[in-house]
């Protein structure tokens, strides 16, 4: 773990002190440039927008990229409730990049570093120029660096941790307001700061997206399969309160049957779990009839589906994430 890092836990947090502090620290950071975020409609990303909205005004320039990987809607909706709060935000299309780069990879890690490079360096290097910016604002938190440099899991984000320097890889530096805080914490900053429920609230959902719910290649219509498996999880689980619940693609075909005859479809592993930190987590105790309905809905509603099952397993030894 960076020692330079310094957690500040949920019971010591100042929302309103720590905002203050973050802002005063971003103003004199970017001092009369200009920077840019990117907003993925999560508590992260959408906290630090708000950051970033107070202590530089126009100087800030937010951009939600849709790279084709989020859930339905997500663009749109997003953009929407972020201009509300007074952010203007601008949907960049970069969906064809995305997929270019994933093309042809099967392995957890080249999915991950495609992601992590397409993003910083050809989509957001790309803006920075445009803008001439020389600053990029990101929803880095504590839990991220810890489980990178423990090698439990490389989260797409990290990157000077790793002793990457941003400005000779990509020509910018990067500023994280909210890297010595975990989710509860991020949540209560971002209630502060004037955000909805919906935002501030919201379940976390990775930054490589659906590509971490999908085990194989990420082609444009496998991530379609998992955004509509996502979809119906949403309508069913919404009103529960795990933690954070998803559905994953296995990349096997299965035996099944279908009107009659031996059909070799898809499987579908239903994972939801309930955790104070992220750092260990159990399965939610769901309800048996739950489940069932979450199957019938699946494997009726999603083509080529003939299996779901649920993850029973706690972490550790299992990860929230399948990818």
């Known amino acids: 773990m960076d020692t330079n ?21 971003i103003s004199a950071r970017v001092g009369d440039a200009r920077a840019v975020n990117a907003l993925s409609g999560g508590v992260d990303s959408s906290a630090v927008t708000m950051l970033g909205n107070r202590a530089l005004g126009s100087r800030l320039k937010t951009y939600f990229v849709d790279n084709g990987l989020m859930r339905q809607g997500e663009p749109e909706r997003v953009a929407e409730l972020l201009t509300k709060c007074g952010a203007a935000v601008e949907i960049v299309d970069a ?19 495609a992601i992590t490079d397409t993003f910083y360096k050809k989509v957001f290097g790309r803006l920075v120029k445009q803008c001439s910016a020389r600053y990029l604002l990101q929803g880095t938190i504590y839990t991220d660096v810890e489980e990178t440099v423990a090698g439990i899991k490389r989260q797409h984000n990290i990157l000077e941790q790793l002793g990457i320097d941003t400005e000779r890889a990509y020509g910018y530096h990067v500023i994280e307001p909210l890297i010595q805080l975990r989710k509860p914490a991020v949540r209560v900053v971002a209630k502060a700061l004037g955000l909805p429920e919906e935002i501030y609230d919201r379940r976390p959902f990775p930054g490589p997206a659906l590509v971490a719910r999908v085990i194989g290649e990420a082609t444009p219509e496998r991530i379609a399969l998992v955004r509509q498996a996502t979809f119906i999880l949403d309508q069913e689980l919404s009103a529960t309160k795990a933690f954070q619940y998803m559905a994953i693609l296995h ?42 309905r979450l199957a019938d809905r699946i494997t009726s509603e999603v083509p080529g589906v003939v299996s779901v099952s649920y993850n029973i397993t706690k972490k550790p030894p299992s990860t929230m994430e399948a990818v």
């Open 251 to 292: 990349r096997d075909r299965i035996p099944g049957v279908r009107n009659g005859k031996r059909d070799y479809g898809l499987q579908i592993e239903i994972r939801s779990w309930d955790t104070q930190d992220a750092v260990t987590a159990t399965p939610t105790r769901l309800p048996f009839e739950t489940m069932e």
């Open 95 to 113: 969906r064809e990049e995305f997929f270019a780069s994933l093309a042809g990879k099967t392995d957890p890690e080249e999915k991950r570093q």
């Open 5 to 25: 890092i310094k957690e500040i836990k949920l019971e010591e947090l100042n929302a309103e002190g720590f905002i203050s502090e973050q802002c005063r620290s």
